[in-house]
């Protein structure tokens, strides 16, 4: 049952530990999002992929979206 939380770091995560795999050319992760997570350190996570070539595009969602994420 869906509650408002989220929790982005895990997923992204999971989302960067499966792509990382992947021989195609272009690696890209597309992240939906209110940016208000409830956990974890998906900044590192991101960096990490970032290092490996695998980009990150964050789709804000919500009226209460956190821009600044």
């Not at 869906?2 to 895990?10: E, S, V, W």
């Not at 997923?11 to 997570?37: M, P």
């Not at 998906?42 to 804000?60: C, L, N, R, Y």
């Amino acid at each position: 049952t869906p509650d408002g939380g989220t929790q982005i770091a895990p997923a992204l995560a999971q989302a960067y530990q499966r792509i990382q795999t992947s021989t195609a050319t272009y690696r890209h992760v597309v992240l939906l999002t209110d940016g208000i997570s409830e956990e974890g350190d998906s900044m590192t996570v991101a960096k990490d992929a970032s290092g490996k070539k695998i980009t990150i595009s964050t789709v804000g969602l919500g009226q209460d979206v956190n821009r600044a994420y």
